[in-house]
């Protein structure tokens, strides 16, 4: 993870006459918990991947800053016995952000986060973004689509093949069966046969093996 490019993020959302947490105490907080033991998929290298992707986009956003804030942030509390990982997150940043920030900038980012989460339905042009870079692995070719789908099995090894597999693929399909994958031309035009295409193979691996 690209600790400058952090650091240089939360000062220049920071106010001069704030308290919020120190931008060198913030970094390590956040390297620390995506570095966190059992965690396979929702890694450093899932925010390295969003942020090349945000790169993509800037000149297409409304307020840069706030989307690559959330982006640092939509997952930073991970547990995969919580329904409330977005909501955990959300609220962290905004803890460690404390009055250093503007109160409207940490509303905007909160609000990024949380589009993350069920039902995923974006409001803004912003949030349609946070959601297509957050899904955009979807669209990798198929060897790191397929690589990226067993980590994410990998995350719920306490779960068995019963336990896992049906919400899975109840997302899955879920995705697919919306009119669009991804809700900005920006990813579709690029990505989005793509991401199908992964998608229905991936479901017939499970088929023929017998898992769903």
Known sequence: MDKQRFISLWKRCQSANGNGTDAEDAFAEVLARYSEPGRHYHTPKHIEHCLEQFDLVTKHLDDADSVEMAIWFHDLVFDVTSKDNEFNSAQRFVELASNSMDPEFKARVHALIMATAPPRVPKTNDEQYVLDIDLSSFGLPWEDFLRDSNAVRQECSQLSDGEFFPGQLAFLKSLIAREHFYFTEF????????????????????REKGVV
Do not use: D, G, V, Y
């Open 187 to 206: 990813f579709r035009s690029r990505i989005e046969i793509t991401a199908r295409e992964n998608i229905e193979l991936h479901l017939q691996n499970l």
